[in-house]
């Protein structure tokens, strides 16, 4: 005797599938606009990019170097150690929010092409 797999729908009706591969593929559909822009917003808040995060290291590292190299007034090992806090610390944050930074600035460049199209029409027409 085969195995069968059945799902109801939510209508009320069932549907039959004879195998589970079957079954699996005619229940992916596509997703909402809520469940897109939560996707979305999941994505950029909460993945870590390690390649941004060893971008933040050496910038952070040098801002912090060449704000430090004027002070005098601390010791040497005073200034490694404000100096390696302020680029792991500028590290993590770029590594963590540093896509929302890139999608802020995608989403500027295609608000700024909006526009300057329209303007040309506008001023085309």
């Known amino acids: 005797m085969a195995i069968h797999y059945s799902k109801r729908q939510p209508d009320g009706s069932v549907e039959y599938y004879d195998s589970k591969e079957e079954m699996e593929s005619a229940n992916s559909t596509l997703m909402s606009w809520s469940q897109v822009i939560r996707h979305v917003v999941g994505v950029l808040a909460f993945d870590f990019n390690p390649l941004l995060a060893a971008l933040g290291f050496f910038v952070g590292g040098a801002l912090c170097l060449w704000l430090m ?10 200034r490694f150690i404000a ?18 930074f890139f999608m802020s600035i995608a989403v500027f460049l295609v608000i700024s092409a909006a526009f300057g199209g329209s303007y040309l029409l506008w001023r085309m027409l």
């Not at 190299?69 to 005073?78: G, H, P």
């Open 69 to 78: 190299s004027d002070v005098q007034l601390l010791a040497k090992w005073a």
């Open 83 to 100: 100096v390696f806090l302020g680029a792991t610390i500028s590290g993590y944050i770029l590594g963590r929010l540093g896509n929302v």
